[in-house]
């Protein structure tokens, strides 16, 4: 009980730490594509690792099972909507050379 | 945990602040958004769960999604802004406001809870044993049944008033579909799973049925949902199914039992969840409708 | 008493029938005023036979549940609103017609396809509310008739209408909120909100902030002075129909919601009293003020409504303790006969406009236009609102300054009697240039012809004549107990 205490606790300040990551990258980054980058990545596996924590503190498989399905619905619409992000911010990127290569020609 | 609170409280204010002083419309929105997840999540600090599943799910989620809806159709805000004099009447009444609540809460005398213990008392003979699912569809089911005619007159007002057609969603390329093989279906299994987990925990109808909604939108963006290619009237008796059941039910147990919404002796479970399932479709329907909007006038949409 | 929840639940239903079937709102919205109509009768001879009723919904008795409570206050009140109704419903069948013609004005199909299912949630909303016996439960039904509200007023899709109607309803959920925190707050000084909480609240500061909330919650939606500025232009610039709805009846739910307050003994601080009484007076004076200022009909009318409402506010707050005087009873007739008197001026209004072409006063007396039948029902409406004998009015300003003589508050009659002057100022604006014959109309002046419409103005305005003699009826209803 006492190996599976500390480790929940292990996995949550290590979950915090990529949030906080995260955060820190979504503020310091210059463009969006790197902000992306920083967020998607430490967010998916920061809450993954919070939500394994929280479960393994619970003890109950009961309440480990739910935890990881929410774990796994992040990390899949995180993934995908960090992918429509920058497929549209590419868009408007690709636009707006466009637009302003022919205002110049 | 008062050094959570009280750290919960200040992000709650500051978002708030960057809500109403971002220069922009979308700014303003994803401030509020942020403001309406910090407040669920005071919700549970409250020991009310069931309200934060609402607030996130609705007073935050969903509201945030139609005022970004809106904010997409709009015209540029002008440039002018709001005079000082009338800023500053806002403010002193804000303050006044608040200085009269702060002097109310102090004063709030601790113990007289009576609702509590009724309902406790009577939670037994309710069907369900969430009190909160109890209140709303036993004890005080006319509210939820008036509830949810303000839903129906919202979207009333929507198709009324709102643009005509709903313009289709731009493509969302090759990654989407199969996010959406995953969360369609699974959008219908959680709204199952909350709608059935309402009798004895935290969930029921509207958490429900903001989550089929939410299935229902991500369909909407994928393409594979028109509703501008439906007549307007099986639409309209989809959002008018559930609160048309509320009220046959009511009536049918006035008849029954003499007594409206009454329900048998007995039968209570099984009556609230027929109404919760009729009320989930609906609330799905109509929340969907609000953001996409739809035709008004029977079956020439 | 299946008839109480009826009341509610079938111009309900009526109104989802209408949404669905579109084509058929017209006969559906015909079907549920007519038999909301009959239930109210019902509803008010069985209180008058065999006193007031009250039924606890679900079985579960007051404090955990929710009671409908039909005493003779509520059942004159629906009685009201059903026989506006009524009215409205003519008006409303001979502008946008029943079924649709085979080539149709869109504007057309879009009014009666609109109108039709606001109206029968405003009906809904309305009965509910003057039925319910919770403090909670009494906000749901005013966050339903202020959504319909806002759609009637919105309704005819002009420019000026949809800008008024997002004023209606900012305000209109400005008013919900400060409505809703006052009910939190009963709830959390005294731990349940049906109607008897009222009677705790003045016992501690929060309970008395929260009924100061719910005051002004309810001040903002009853338009009372200074919290009217979104409503003039409201009423003005809606379709007649919905302008005979919102200003007759709409209004007149926070307005009841202030007369319960006193009833159910919640209007116990003199402060308060004192300070809607002053504001009662400064609506009579500033609505009457603009009113004598306006250029069109359409705002007149408005604007006299702000006058009305602090004549009402005025009698609801001078009215001593509900149990031992009648001075209250002024109140509800007042509201009555302006609820009839209003709304056939609108609909008035709204014909004299559609023969004009226009509502400016100063174009009235046109030479080429004899008045007609709109002109008669205007001028009969006027005098109701003046309070002529043998008017409606006439019998509510009675009772109240009968009352207000007892208790010997005289500079509050000097009020309600320059308030009567001015009324009869700027409504004579109109009916002497309605009704002057003579040498300015030419030889071969036409008559309007008659309209359905005339026929709604001149049935309210007629019923509100003969109310002031049939008055033996709502007052026997006022003197039956009250539910408290």
Request: glycine letters at 12%.
């Amino acid at each position: 009980m006492m190996v599976l205490t500390l480790l929940g606790h292990l996995l949550i300040a290590g979950g915090v730490v990529l949030l906080l990551l995260a955060a820190l990258g979504l503020w310091r980054f210059p463009d969006l594509h790197t902000r992306l980058h920083a967020l998607t990545k430490a967010d998916t596996a920061g809450v993954a690792l919070v939500a394994l924590g929280a479960g393994l503190l619970s003890g109950s498989a009961a309440t480990l099972v739910p935890l990881t399905l929410c774990a796994v619905l992040v990390a899949i619409s995180g993934a995908t909507t960090g992918h429509l992000i920058a497929r549209s911010a590419l868009d408007e990127e690709h636009a707006s050379w466009r637009s302003t290569r022919h205002d110049s020609v | 945990m008062i050094v959570f609170d009280l750290m919960l409280a200040a992000a709650i204010l500051v978002a708030g602040w960057s809500a109403l002083s971002a220069p922009d419309r979308t700014g303003a929105i994803a401030g509020f958004l942020v403001f309406g997840l910090l407040v669920a999540l005071s919700w549970v600090r409250l020991d009310a769960p069931d309200v934060a599943l609402a607030e996130a799910a609705i007073g935050s989620g969903l509201t945030g999604a139609l005022m970004l809806r809106a904010a997409g159709r709009m015209a540029p805000p002008a440039a002018d802004r709001v005079p000082r004099a009338q800023r500053a009447a806002a403010a002193l009444l804000a303050c006044g406001l608040a200085g009269g609540l702060a002097v109310a809460v102090m004063d709030l005398p601790g113990a007289t809870i009576v609702y509590d213990p009724l309902v406790r008392a009577d939670l037994g003979q309710s069907g369900v044993s969430n009190p909160v699912t109890a209140v709303l569809l036993n004890f005080r089911a006319w509210d939820t049944l008036l509830e949810m005619a303000v839903l129906l007159a919202a979207l009333v007002l929507v198709a009324a008033l709102g643009p005509r057609g709903t313009p289709r969603p731009a493509r969302l390329g090759p990654l989407y579909t199969p996010f959406l093989r995953i969360m369609a279906p699974l959008s219908v299994l959680v709204a199952g799973h909350l709608l059935w987990l309402g009798a004895t925990a935290p969930g029921g109808a509207f958490q429900a049925g903001a989550v089929l909604c939410g299935g229902l939108l991500a369909l909407y963006f994928g393409g594979a949902l028109r509703p501008a290619a439906v007549p307007a009237g099986p639409l309209w008796a989809l959002c008018a199914a559930g609160v048309a059941v509320f009220a046959a039910a009511a009536l049918a147990a006035e008849v029954l039992t003499g007594t409206l919404l009454a329900y048998p002796d007995g039968a209570d479970k099984i009556w609230i969840l027929a109404i919760e399932g009729g009320l989930t479709v609906s609330i799905g329907a109509t929340l969907l409708l609000l953001f996409t909007g739809l035709r008004q006038g029977g079956a020439r949409a | 008493m299946t008839d109480t929840s009826l009341l509610v639940l079938l111009p309900f239903l009526a109104a989802l029938a209408a949404t669905i079937h579109a084509r058929g709102a017209a006969g559906w919205g015909l079907a549920g005023t007519v038999a909301s109509a009959g239930l109210a009768a019902h509803l008010a001879l069985s209180v008058h036979a065999s006193g007031p009723a009250s039924i606890a919904i679900g079985g579960w008795a007051a404090p955990l549940g929710i009671t409908l409570r039909a005493d003779g206050l509520a059942a004159l009140m629906i009685a009201m609103t059903a026989l506006v109704g009524l009215g409205v419903c003519v008006q409303a069948l001979a502008a946008w017609g029943l079924r649709p013609t085979a080539v149709e004005d869109p504007r057309r199909a879009r009014m009666r396809m609109g109108f039709w299912p606001l109206w029968l949630s405003t009906l809904a909303a309305l009965n509910g509310l003057y039925l319910s016996g919770d403090l909670f439960n009494l906000y749901v039904t005013f966050e339903i008739l202020g959504l319909a509200a806002v759609g009637l007023t919105a309704l005819s899709g002009t420019r000026r209408a949809l800008r008024a109607a997002f004023d209606y309803l900012v305000a209109g959920l400005a008013g919900s909120l400060l409505l809703l925190l006052g009910v939190a707050l009963a709830y959390a000084a005294a731990g349940r909100v049906d109607l008897g909480v009222l009677p705790l609240l003045a016992d501690s500061a929060a309970g008395r902030i929260a009924i100061a909330l719910i005051v002004s919650g309810v001040g903002l939606k009853a338009a009372l002075f200074p919290l009217h500025f979104w409503m003039p232009a409201a009423h003005s610039s809606a379709a007649p129909a919905a302008s005979a709805i919102l200003s007759a009846l709409v209004v007149k739910g926070a307005l009841y919601l202030a007369l319960r307050l006193l009833l159910e003994g919640g209007l116990v601080a003199d402060a308060l009293r004192w300070g809607l009484i002053c504001l009662g007076a400064g609506g009579m004076a500033w609505g009457s003020v603009c009113a004598l200022r306006a250029d069109r009909l359409k705002l007149l009318v408005a604007y006299s409504t702000v006058a009305q409402i602090g004549l009402i506010m005025l009698a609801i707050s001078v009215a001593g303790d509900p149990l031992t005087g009648t001075a209250w009873q002024a109140a509800a007739l007042l509201m009555l006969s302006h609820a009839l008197a209003k709304a056939a001026m609108f609909l008035a209004v709204g014909r004299i406009a559609e023969e004009l072409g226009h509502d400016r006063i100063s174009g009235l007396n046109r030479s080429d236009l004899r008045p007609g039948a709109a002109e008669f029902a205007f001028a009969i409406a006027a005098i109701s609102l003046i309070g002529l004998p043998p008017t409606a009015g006439f019998v509510g300003k009675w009772v109240l300054i009968d009352g207000l003589i007892g208790q010997g508050a005289w500079p509050v009659v000097a009020l309600v009697l320059t308030g009567t002057v001015l009324s009869v100022a700027y409504l004579s604006r109109v009916v002497s240039r309605c009704l002057r014959g003579g040498p300015h109309i030419a030889p071969g002046a036409r008559r309007p012809p008659w309209r359905a419409g005339d026929v709604a103005a001149i049935g309210l305005a007629f019923t509100a004549l003969f109310m002031g003699l049939l008055s033996a009826a709502p007052l026997a209803l006022l003197n039956g107990p009250l539910l408290s």
